[in-house]
């Protein structure tokens, strides 16, 4: 069982940076995959960015150059570094953590509660 807690979201104007960290708790952190899913009004729930237990990482088309996803094992955290905010990134955010192939949404079974970025124009 693996808890998530997801923080650093914000309200920022475009252009602006966001760093967003998930503390986990639990056992094991190190052998799951681990992803970062947005969701914006109206529309569905995206995985934006991916880490393997290995540290191979993948992202969205929409958010490749400049969103960089990271783990520490030592502290049980992963982060997502947000660069060149876009209004379009405007969501919440969700951490998730699972067991199977990180870049398959349905490999998630453990997340957190969400944190709201905001990137105004």
């Known amino acids: 069982q693996v808890q998530l807690v997801e923080s650093g979201g914000g309200l920022v104007q475009a252009g602006d940076s966001l760093r967003l960290s998930c503390a986990a708790s639990?056992?094991?952190?190190?052998?799951?995959?681990l992803g970062w899913f947005r969701q914006a009004p109206g529309k569905e729930r995206e995985l934006v960015a991916a880490?393997?237990?290995?540290?191979?990482?993948r992202y969205a088309d929409s958010v490749k150059g400049r969103f960089t996803i990271s783990r520490d094992n030592a502290k049980n955290t992963v982060y997502l570094q947000m660069n060149s905010l876009k209004p379009e990134d405007t969501a919440v955010y969700y951490c998730?953590?699972?067991?199977?192939?990180?870049?398959?949404?349905?490999?998630?079974?453990?997340w957190g509660q969400g944190t709201q970025v905001t990137v105004s124009s």
């Open positions: 880490i393997s237990s290995g540290s191979t990482t």
């Open positions: 998730a953590a699972g067991s199977y192939y990180y870049w398959s949404p349905s490999t998630y079974n453990y």
């Open positions: 639990g056992r094991m952190f190190s052998t799951y995959v």
